[in-house]
């Protein structure tokens, strides 16, 4: 069936009757926010009708079915996103100019999604985009987090959270399905009973949270296919205790509620207490439970209950750790309302899950304490233990007499329950993110799970999706290349490669050197807005923008800063060439260190910009709340692009990926997809420096060399010296010591510069000098900058999420 699109003409008409019907004013009277809800409305619409259009026909022809679970989904706004996803972006845009309306500023109007906050979130978000244009029948599911990780301010250099109560006057895309409200257990006690000679177990006493889907439509591009964001919003069964409210006793009328509600109050409560603890188990269970007995509902409404089939029909896969509760809940499902025997509930449940990690840091693979889990999930504590004791007697076999192994590999020990564990012994498919990345797994984190089932482990690299950070988030880039190659590249993602000889095509280079200069006065424009910051276009734009966490070592880049500082005092007449260092970064409000980080940078920016000499030369800039919306402000504007994690480190990155489909030079070191990117483009068309992860692994056991850098590298002693000499905070000459020591003398018994700063500082500074002296040359860096955006198609998601369907999920297009 084919959907006509919208005119310019009826895109106005709708505009115009929305805005009488639901608010009774015309344009000239309606607010922003009023005119934002009649677009949106009008693009839903049309989004809608494509839902339609394809609505039951994954169940006529019977295809199997993905739920991908993962506590984010950093989906950005939807508005500009469906527009483009429509191919009706044109229209649009020119129906609001012939309404006198900007449709930028528009945009601007939607509230942002707070449902994720890292490369985590945006990942599922690019899957679900690419699952969706490939026509593949999929559901992602979340939490409806009320309020997200927090909107940051910079006061007086120091992070400040802000609520994010991005729901605050609802949210237009949402479709509440409370007919699929699901139940969801905690508390109580099990008791076993005899069932016609069967032992069954029964939950009692216990305590019910409702899990409320709201689904977010998300279209393919050029497409009538139409997946949903299942999004579950926590509500208590009793929102209000009347006899309490009539005694007078208001607080605890309402004290249900407020308990069973705080499940999706907020993204990531900090949890370095027990009840912020509890609070994330709690939240982790509600969406694994909530997920998993809807596909369950789902799947016996279309097959009946012949569940020797379900692994065939049904795809669960789990996004890290957060959603591993999934496993136990499945087989608590399919024995407890289905009266399945436990082998066949275990045999369907593991070739139902798949299971992609994300990290190899110790302290973020999950944990919970055994004490907690069986108080607050008892039924699911006993399938744990069952499935513990039979994971434990298989590696007996493997490994007889090695209690100390098998005691790392258990799904249960030493007094917690391990959920990396749990998701690589139950799962029939263990992917890491790159292929670096799936080494280091295979190698180390979890060597032993690798000599006992090695076809179970596989690399899948991450990708992005090009829809939204080069259509959308690049616009005048994307026409460029449109003229150049013309558009199939918007479908059919390989066709970026026909990009690459129109390096050589000086005119071409010139038009593509004035994309980016348009594109800096465009983020100019939004810092000038948000911050008061003006930036200087001609600059070279040097950009950081992650998470805030010392091993993705944005103090590497600050330090390495100030030492061109003191290169600058020093010398007046140092001829470089000038640059903008564009930080963005959050840190987790428990995470000191990292909060610490920010205090610095932002002192380093007020000592460079106010300094007569070296301010000529040097701008630094932290842009506050970085979130989806500003990066696809900051990073079509950026020339090049910091990946600085310590080697073996990071599991594999997107923001790198984003930042060289925008054209931008990576410098970085060999970790994560940097690897992959090198031998995209070749070493000409990236600045490699640094340690790599096999010295990076031999360092940490041999003694540390922090001491000796300091001692004999001037420049690096003098940097360190002004951490703690008033340099920076001549109020408070000690704010700094913290690092300071960190660097020198480790923390709490650890090695010094456990990260690897100073190590690589020498290396990292040559190597940004080598940029600079290459960005003056204006032809063969743009060069460099094409032949990035030419190979990005490498690490687009629709190629990642083939790779998976071939290799896991074994999903059938729907046929539309």
């Known amino acids: 069936m084919t959907i006509k699109k919208l005119t310019s003409d009826e895109i106005k008409a709708s505009i115009l009757e929305k805005l009488e019907r639901n608010y009774g004013c015309d344009i000239t009277d309606a607010t922003k926010v009023q005119i934002y809800d009649a677009l949106a409305q009008t693009v839903k619409d049309e989004v809608m009708r494509r839902r339609t259009a394809s609505r039951g026909e994954r169940k006529k022809q019977k295809c199997k079915k993905l739920y991908y679970l993962s506590a984010e989904f950093l989906v950005g706004r939807a508005l500009h996103n469906n527009m483009v996803s429509l191919v009706n972006e044109d229209a649009y845009v020119t129906a609001l100019h012939e309404l006198g309306l900007d449709a930028s500023r528009i945009f601007e109007e939607e509230p942002e999604p707070g449902l994720g906050n890292g490369g985590l979130g945006r990942l599922a978000a690019c899957f679900l985009d690419s699952l969706t244009t490939l026509r593949l029948p999929a559901m992602g599911c979340t939490i409806r987090y009320e309020y997200g990780l927090f909107r940051q301010k910079i006061v007086d250099g120091y992070q400040v959270e802000m609520p994010d109560n991005w729901l605050e006057n609802g949210s237009m895309w949402e479709i509440c399905r409370p007919d699929q409200t699901q139940m969801v257990r905690f508390g109580g006690f099990v008791e076993p009973y005899d069932d016609n000679g069967k032992t069954r177990y029964r939950h009692l006493n216990y305590s019910t949270v409702q899990a409320v889907p709201y689904d977010v439509p998300v279209l393919g591009y050029d497409s009538n296919m139409v997946n949903m964001l299942r999004c579950w919003s926590a509500r208590a069964n009793k929102t209000l205790d009347m006899q309490s409210f009539n005694r007078g006793e208001y607080t605890r009328a309402i004290e249900e509620k407020e308990l069973a509600e705080v499940i999706s109050k907020v993204l990531y409560p900090e949890d370095n207490h027990y009840e912020g603890k509890e609070l994330r188990l709690k939240q982790q269970y509600f969406l694994s439970s909530a997920s998993v007995q809807y596909a369950v509902q789902d799947f016996v409404k279309v097959y009946g209950e012949d569940f020797s089939i379900f692994p065939e029909k049904v795809a669960l896969h789990v996004n890290d750790t957060h959603p591993g509760m999934a496993i136990p809940e499945l087989m608590r499902v399919l024995i407890d309302d289905y009266s399945l025997s436990w082998d066949e509930a275990e045999d369907i449940t593991r070739r139902t899950f798949a299971y992609t990690n994300h990290t190899v840091m110790a302290e973020a693979l999950e944990k919970w304490p055994e004490e907690m889990v069986s108080r607050l999930l008892p ?438």
């Open 379 to 816: 039924r699911i504590y006993m399938i744990l233990q069952e499935i513990n004791r039979r994971e434990c007697a298989r590696l007996w076999e493997v490994f007889p007499g090695q209690w100390e192994r098998i005691g790392r590999m258990a799904v249960i020990g030493y007094g917690s329950v391990n959920m990396a564990n749990l998701c690589v012994s139950m799962s029939h498919s263990v992917n890491g993110v790159s292929k670096i990345h799936t080494d280091i797994l295979k190698k180390g984190v979890f060597h032993d799970f690798y000599l006992t089932q090695p076809d179970k482990f596989i690399a899948i690299t991450n990708g992005i999706t090009h829809r939204r950070w080069l259509m959308m988030a690049n616009y005048r880039l994307s026409r460029l290349i449109d003229d150049a190659i013309g558009n199939a590249w918007r479908k059919d993602y390989e066709r970026l490669a026909d990009l690459e000889p129109f390096k050589e095509d000086a005119a071409f280079r010139e038009k593509f050197f004035q994309v980016k200069r348009a594109n800096k006065i465009r983020l100019s424009g939004r810092l000038q807005a948000s911050q008061g910051i003006t930036l200087r276009p001609d600059d070279l734009f040097d950009v950081q923008a992650k998470r805030l966490h010392e091993y993705k070592r944005q103090l590497l880049n600050a330090l390495s800063i100030l030492i061109l500082y003191n290169r600058l005092h020093d010398n007046p007449n140092l001829a470089i060439q000038p640059r903008t260092y564009i930080f963005g970064a959050k840190a987790a409000p428990g995470y000191y260190r990292a909060k610490l980080i920010i205090r610095l940078i932002n002192e380093i920016a007020r000592l460079v910009n106010s300094d007569p000499v070296a301010g000529k030369y040097i701008n630094v800039v932290f842009a506050e709340n970085y979130c989806v919306s500003l990066a696809e402000d900051l990073i079509p504007a950026a020339d090049v692009s910091e990946q600085l994690s310590t080697a073996g480190k990071e599991a594999s990155g997107t923001g790198n990926m984003k930042f060289m489909m925008n054209g931008a030079v990576t410098i970085g070191t060999l970790d994560g997809a940097n690897v992959e990117i090198a031998d995209a483009v070749g070493r000409d068309n990236i600045y490699i420096f640094g340690m790599t992860a096999g010295q990076v692994e031999a360092a940490y056991q041999s003694p540390s060399r922090a001491s000796g850098i300091f001692e004999t590298s001037a420049e690096v002693r003098r940097a360190l010296t002004q951490l703690i000499d008033g340099t920076l905070c001549p109020q408070q000459p000690g704010m700094f010591r913290e690092i300071y020591h960190s660097l020198l003398f480790g923390d709490n018994g650890g090695i010094a510069d456990s990260y690897f700063v100073l190590s690589d500082i020498r290396s990292y500074i040559r190597t940004q000098e080598q940029i600079s002296k290459d960005y003056i040359n204006r032809d063969e860096w743009v060069k460099k900058a094409i032949v990035n955006v030419a190979r990005s198609h490498v690490f687009a998601s629709d190629r990642t999420i083939k790779e998976y369907n071939q290799n896991i999920w074994h999903l059938d297009e729907v046929k539309l």
